[in-house]
């Protein structure tokens, strides 16, 4: 360790806004400051060579200057002249970016370590120029291209040296210097003089030092994420809180571009640009609107904003070093800080209704009047100037946060005359709202740019588990046991990632927090379904027990009222299912159940009071727009409504069931209700078994396949609840599962319309399809004469797919032998399809969103299974199958229609069970050839190229469920980057003909 045994003068020089520049800009300015720095220095040092003669060492944004053997005076009047040589500087450099500097001055010793230079008035001069008044004050003076600050050890020597006055070192008189003692991080307090007006300083000093104590209050009310109900081993559950930096998880959000009027929903999501980080968006748009469903994180990002920006307004040590902004948002130290304005809509909404035009217009002012109700502020223009001084200049970032809350359609129309009053006064603020989906036309007029958080993914999901077994972990124990978090991670993560419709939950965060409680309160997550959501509404319920009882309620009232709520919004008919519902019809059915369990005597209003309460952030219900609710989840509804019908008598509850056994809005209450059932034993599963046979007593096809599938459907769920039908029941569903299997073949199908085929084939799917058992794979590989092969009977379906996924598929780089396979498996983070939990509740379907790339590593993989040799077919077998002899479809020349294939004319608009139309069948056997699904090939496309980041194009053949008529056609060609993935694009397998015999089973 080399170290300058006696104090010096020490000078640290910052460039001001350095990091956020292009590297050529960064490149000239150093060059400038260089020239500055030799330029200022010579005239104290006669001929020497400057740069022999001061020891000068980059910092990254500036240097550090070591005046061994110099008096303070030098270093002061150095200072002096760097400043006139920036002004001769921008004289020189018009129209470029001009140097800005923020300038440290102190005294003492130096020790090099390594090749680092440490002390603690190097350290001293760093905290000082970086503290935010500094910064303030070099902003505040355009016309100033530097500010100085000296440390009182500096000033103290200069002060009182000799040549103090010199008249060729002297720094001029008439400058003024103000003292202050600067706090600085861990709270040290640093004595200085900066060289600044003191009118500036003293505006500067007043107006930050007052709002520290509403800086704290904002700080305190948004640095936490609360959660209640959380118990430990079994013990009473509490509220427990979490800094939000530990729990949040990053969102990924999607922008969309306007799109013309006329399209559909589909052709505006395939416009969207892909997902980026939200926080990404932040230093890109000064105007930006977050759309999110509810439970998305919109509220939890605003407070991470607010309580970052909050602690390095107050300059509080990020533990990671560093600021807090750049550590958990990315933004840059270099820009301003922005001063975090964080408001709730709702209640601005209640502050346009107080007071109205024309007593009060309704303008940007209204923002200032609700930042004064905010707690620990003061109702006095100091503050109010003071905010609106920073939201002109732009150094005040506006968090608007709800705007879905404000339901009074004419209320909110008054607040986007507030925002676009805040928006044209107010150009340079930074200005962000959320939202639950509305009508955005307003804020888009405006210039506010749209952005939609997407669902959780597997590794957000992921993520998230790791940062809450973490955080129970070390808040349980007041340390961090690694190992038993890291274990809970992996128990929890099977938990939910495992089980597809758990895992569809989880892309909630909300949900997600729910399931990772009751896992915790738990031990475990419960098998079935209803079960879990069983647990969620109970966590639901108790985290807000000590609210209720607060306002009159009880938890019994409100779960009974739910339920009924909840069966009635599914509605008596086949189209009477409802998503929302009219507020006072909720009211009016919760009335008799208020009367009963609150007030004997209460009245409607009453009754309105309490299902406003429970809108607000109960979890289960929620307020959409003006008097209209909803359940916050549908699967909420769905749930409650089958344990609404639990509840009744069997006479009660067989008549609903009945109507609604194959409606297809009704299919998640139904596939429910055996598991809450369960609940009370065994009888009222086998009650309900007993009178679905006794409904279709028939033997035709159509009976025999819709009791098959329904059956199937609802007994596949109840396998982990260990319940076990009686033997006749086994016996009929078995003889049903058979019988249906002739919905396959010609002759079936045309008995059968595609309209009841479709759920019957659902249905059977949901049960397990026998078609595509293990043992079927050799029966189901069709030669195809005058070639060497023989090509699959059907497309690989979902059920198939999942055992690649379930065996590692995604883990083992064996399987991923294609040029950059494994590459972009990692780069994409693909762990299974696109939209997977939604495909695994169709197993019979083909698999879809699944790239060229994986559709080769699943062929790898069920080669190495079943000792094989399966691929992708080559484009010229796959129109050998299509149209051996030059016919125009795969079955004909005829026409197609709806019941001979899946296309844009069915309106089944989704893709299908395969070989559910065996009318379109080719020469050989093979099914959906045309439609259902597009089909990759191995082929490269003749043509070559590339198609940008998707890589090399393959041909794609077939069409599928949302293609036109002509596009049928065997010889119509398409042509996709081998690293698409679609939702009507999926793969068949081929194998050399001797594969026929062969095939293993797969392994044990």
Request: charged residues 25%; proline residues 7%.
């Amino acid at each position: 360790m080399e170290q300058i045994q006696d104090p010096i003068p020490l000078i640290l020089i910052d460039m001001a806004g350095f990091s956020i520049l292009n590297e050529d800009t960064q490149i000239a300015l150093v060059k400038r400051l260089q020239q500055g720095i030799r330029e200022s220095i010579q005239p104290m040092i006669g001929g020497a060579d400057p740069d022999k003669i001061i020891g000068r060492h980059g910092t990254g944004d500036g240097y550090f200057l070591f005046l061994e053997g110099y008096s303070i005076p030098v270093a002061m009047r150095f200072a002096w002249n760097l400043e006139q040589f920036l002004h001769v500087d921008k004289k020189r450099h018009p129209g470029e970016e001009p140097l800005r500097l923020r300038i440290g001055m102190t005294w003492g010793k130096v020790s090099l370590i390594g090749d680092q230079y440490h002390g603690n008035a190097l350290t001293q001069a760093e905290r000082l120029i970086n503290h935010d008044w500094i910064k303030e004050v070099l902003q505040k003076r355009p016309d100033h291209p530097l500010v100085l600050v000296a440390s009182a050890p500096f000033w103290n020597r200069w002060n009182q040296h000799p040549r103090k006055s010199d008249s060729n070192l002297a720094f001029p008189e008439d400058r003024p210097w103000i003292e202050e003692t600067l706090i600085v991080k861990h709270e040290d307090a640093i004595p200085c003089h900066i060289q600044v007006e003191p009118d500036l300083f003293s505006q500067i000093h007043n107006k930050i030092s007052s709002l520290i104590p509403w800086l704290k209050s904002l700080r305190d009310r948004t640095m936490y994420i609360r959660i209640e109900g959380i118990g430990s081993s079994g013990g009473n559950q509490q509220a427990n809180r979490y800094p939000i930096e530990t729990l949040f998880t990053p969102l990924k959000t999607r922008s969309y571009r306007d799109t013309p009027k006329g399209n559909t929903e589909r052709q505006a999501i395939l416009e969207g640009s892909e997902a980026v980080n939200l926080a990404t968006l932040l230093p890109q748009h000064r105007h930006l609107f977050i759309e999110g469903q509810p439970g998305t994180g919109k509220s939890t990002f605003l407070h991470l904003i607010a309580a970052t920006l909050a602690k390095d307004w107050l300059g509080e040590a990020c533990p990671e070093g560093g600021t807090w902004r750049k550590r958990f948002l990315g933004m840059e130290d270099s820009n301003p800080l922005a001063m975090p304005l964080f408001l709730k809509l709702w209640e601005l909404a209640q502050l346009l209704v107080q007071v109205k035009p024309p007593n009060k217009a309704d303008d940007r002012y209204r923002l200032l009047d609700l930042l004064q109700t905010t707690p620990d502020a003061h109702n006095d223009q100091a503050w109010r100037k003071d905010w609106e001084q920073r939201l002109t200049e732009g150094t005040a970032m506006l968090l608007l946060d709800g705007l879905d809350e404000v339901a009074d359609v004419t209320v909110r129309d008054r607040m986007f005359d507030v925002f676009q009053n805040a928006v044209t006064h107010w150009p340079k603020c930074p200005i962000i709202v959320t939202s639950r989906p509305i009508s955005a036309e307003m804020l888009e007029s405006m210039g506010f740019h749209r952005t939609v958080i997407d669902p959780f993914e597997t590794p957000a999901i992921q993520e998230f588990i790791n940062r809450w077994s973490k955080a129970v972990f070390n808040q349980a124990s007041n340390t961090l046991p690694i190992g038993e978090a890291n274990r809970h991670a992996d128990l929890l993560g099977n938990a939910i990632l495992n089980k597809p419709a758990i895992r569809k939950l989880a892309t909630n965060p909300v949900m997600l927090t729910c399931l990772c409680i009751v896992h915790w309160n738990e031990g475990q997550l419960p098998e079935g379904r209803a079960r879990v959501y069983d647990k969620v509404i109970e966590w639901l319920m108790r985290s807000r027990k000590r609210l209720r009882k607060e306002h009159g309620y009880t938890d019994r009232f409100a779960l009974a009222a739910f339920t009924k709520i909840a069966l009635t919004m599914m509605g008596p008919g086949p189209n009477d299912k409802k998503a929302a519902f009219d507020l006072d019809e909720a009211a009016t059915i919760a009335l008799p159940l208020y009367q009963r369990h609150i007030l004997q005597t209460a009245e409607l209003p009453q009754v309105r009071d309490w299902v406003h309460f429970e809108c607000f952030r109960s979890g289960v219900l929620e307020e959409t727009s003006r008097n209209k609710l909803r359940f916050w989840h549908l699967t909420f509804q769905e749930y409650l409504a089958a344990r609404a019908l639990a509840e009744m008598d069997k006479e009660d509850w067989w008549p609903i069931i009945d109507r609604q056994l194959v409606n297809p809005q009704w299919r998640e209450t139904v596939d429910l209700f055996p598991g809450v059932l369960l609940k009370g034993g065994d009888r009222g599963v086998d009650e309900l078994l007993s009178r679905i046979l006794k409904k279709y007593p028939g033997q035709s096809l159509n009976e025999m396949a819709l009791k098959a599938g329904i059956l199937g459907r609802i007994l596949e769920p109840l396998n982990v609840y260990d319940y076990q039908p009686e033997p006749a029941i086994k016996t009929l569903f078995r003889q049903a599962l058979a019988r249906s299997l002739e919905l396959f073949t010609p002759e079936g199908a045309a008995s059968v319309p595609i309209a009841q085929r479709l759920p019957a084939a659902e249905a059977l799917g949901q049960g397990g399809d026998p078609r595509l058992a293990d043992d079927q794979l050799q029966q189901s590989m069709i030669p195809i004469p005058g070639t060497n092969i023989c090509l699959g009977k059907y497309l690989v379906t979902v059920m198939e797919y999942q055992r690649f996924i379930e065996d590692g598929g995604y883990s083992n780089p064996e399987f991923w032998q294609e040029d950059h396979a494994w590459t972009m498996r990692q780069a994409e983070g693909w762990n299974e399809p696109d939209n997977w939990p939604e495909q695994v509740d169709h197993p019979n379907r083909p698999v879809v969103s699944v790239s060229w790339y994986e559709a080769c590593a699943y062929c790898l993989w069920l080669s190495k299974e079943r000792k094989g040799s399966f691929h992708l077919p080559e484009e010229n077998d796959w129109q050998q199958a299509a149209a051996p002899d030059g016919r125009i479809y795969p079955w004909g020349n005829e026409e197609p229609t709806p019941e001979r294939a899946n296309y844009s004319d069915g309106r089944i608009i989704a893709p299908s069970p395969v070989g559910l139309y065996p009318m379109g069948d080719g020469l050989y056997g093979h099914c959906d050839l045309a439609g259902n699904v597009w089909e990759w090939s191995a082929s490269p496309w003749a043509k070559g190229g590339n198609h940008g980041k998707y890589g090399p194009p393959k041909v794609v053949r077939g069409g599928s469920w949302v293609d036109l008529t002509s596009i049928l056609r065997p010889g119509y060609l398409n042509v996709l980057g081998a690293g698409n993935r679609l939702d009507n694009l999926g793969f068949r397998l081929a194998a050399p003909a001797s594969l026929q015999g062969q095939v293993s089973s797969p392994h044990k």
